[in-house]
């Protein structure tokens, strides 16, 4: 079931997102008879409050994710905890590098059921004008963002668990990682059964999700998450109805995050020029040490400042930390972030077919081949045996999805974590911590 393209820009809409953060958009009444009924307004709001709210706080998860994985330095003059408590812990349960990704990814959860009940509602109340598809489509839209955020939770909480009884009472329990995974799993099968039976939305999302079949994003998702619970028969039956292309000109097809500058939008958090003396964003100095020669993906998503004898590699706010590496991802303050593309889908096939019980190793090269190729650095010529296509495949999960919140996650589950650079931060120097994962918010842990 594929979205209508829609303009995010859309004054209207971005207002009702506003309206609905501040006071709650289900509250309002409209009395033009040419325009929706106020459920389906509501509705509508619902929707656009829920993608919006998943990029609220995409900075600080991405910020974090590539610091605990080494991929990169925020050197941030105004909080030195990025280059302080992130590697010297304890990490602050109360702080907002733990407490706000969080809190982000439940408030997403809470607009998602909130739509899922209007959906249940306008369906009682009018269905005549509200169809049993309608209602699937809405369920499974819900459902699928669910247990998307509930993932990213999990991605940063892993062992502590997380929670998966909505609701302010700080006592609902703390799940464990497998409680969670079940979880997860089920909103997501039941999502795309529900998205199945639905037609189109009876609402319109971004075109940030305009180029795939938001039952093929489910997919892809649910393809995630079974590779991280090693599951790999359900990984290729996921990415079999996902939106797989094993074309390597199409790797950057998926579902974005968007931004823009209008009213009630947000600029990317995450773009700097790339060229100004102050960027604060940088790769870890062990991305170009540990890159193919050639490898475009880093000359791609990487300034190399090495040479620029005015930019400052280890500013004060750097805490002894050093990199003239500025990270030039994203083109301008209106540049997408991804969510999941065709990339990572190759790379989870490639992932499936070297440690899933049908292993073949030679259909694995062939992805990571179409990987390679559009990288610039060639076919793959080593060893065709597990141990060296696993480590082909982690080297271009690295710099494929770099800065996509991937490497500590790939380097947790695969038991990496002591292969990270280590680092040295403090005056005088002391080796940081490798941290596994964060606590849960301190305002969350039950008090029973």
């Known amino acids: 079931m594929k979205t209508s393209m829609y303009t995010f820009r859309l004054n209207f809409l971005m207002l009702g997102f506003a309206c609905f953060l501040l006071v709650g958009c289900d509250t309002l009444e ?88 209007r959906a249940r509602s306008v369906r009682e109340e009018t269905p005549s004008q509200f169809s049993e598809e309608d209602l699937s489509a809405s369920i499974g839209f819900g459902q ?66 305009g180029d795939v079949d938001f039952a093929a994003f489910n997919r892809a ?14 990984v290729l039956d996921a990415l079999d109805d996902s939106f797989l292309i094993a074309d390597g000109s199409e790797l950057d097809l998926g579902t974005y995050h968007l931004f823009g500058t209008g009213t009630g939008e947000r ?3 995450l773009f700097e020029v ?9 790769a870890h100095p062990s991305f170009k040490d540990d890159a193919v020669a050639g490898d475009e993906r880093f000359s791609g998503k990487v300034l190399d400042r090495t040479n620029d004898g005015d930019f400052v590699a280890s500013p004060s706010a750097a805490n002894g930390l050093s990199s003239k590496l500025a990270v030039a991802i994203w083109d301008g303050s209106t540049s997408p972030i991804s969510i999941i593309r065709n990339e990572e889908l190759l790379l989870l096939r490639a992932e499936a077919r070297i440690l899933g019980p049908n292993q073949d190793l030679n259909a694995a090269v062939d992805d990571l081949n179409l990987i390679r190729e559009a990288a610039g650095i060639g076919p793959y010529t080593g060893p065709v045996t597990e141990s060296d296509v696993f480590d082909e495949m982690v080297y271009n999960r690295r710099y494929s999805l770099f800065l996509e919140g991937h ?25 940081a911590q490798i941290f596994s994962q964060v606590p849960i918010p301190l305002d969350e842990i039950p008090e029973n």
């Open 30 to 117: 409209f009395d033009d008879p040419n325009a929706p009924s106020a459920d389906a307004v509501s509705l509508q709001n619902l929707a656009t409050g829920t993608e919006g709210s998943m990029r609220s706080e995409i900075e600080i998860y991405l910020q974090t994710t590539s610091i605990f994985g080494r991929e990169a330095y925020y050197f941030e003059p105004a909080d030195p905890r990025y280059t302080g408590e992130l590697y010297t812990g304890p990490l602050d349960g109360n702080g907002f590098l733990v407490v706000d990704p969080w809190a982000s990814s439940y408030r997403s959860i809470k607009n998602a059921r909130d739509l899922i009940d």
């Open 144 to 209: 699928t963002i669910i247990g998307y955020q509930l993932l990213l939770v999990l991605n940063s909480t892993w062992d502590n668990g997380l929670k998966i009884e909505f609701s302010d009472d700080v006592d609902t329990p703390i799940v464990s990682r497998s409680d969670a995974f079940t979880e997860i799993n089920r909103y997501l099968d039941e999502g795309y059964a529900n998205l199945q039976a639905g037609g189109d939305f009876p609402f319109q999302l971004s075109s940030g999700f």
């Open 221 to 234: 998702i649910r393809a995630r998450a079974a590779a991280y619970q090693e599951d790999y028969d359900t």
């Open 267 to 269: 600029v990317n958090p």
């Open 274 to 282: 790339p060229t100004s003396s102050t960027v604060k964003l940088r």
């Open 407 to 431: 490497r500590w996650v790939d380097a947790r589950r695969f038991g990496l974590l002591n292969t990270l650079p280590v680092d040295a931060v403090g005056d005088p120097p002391s080796p």
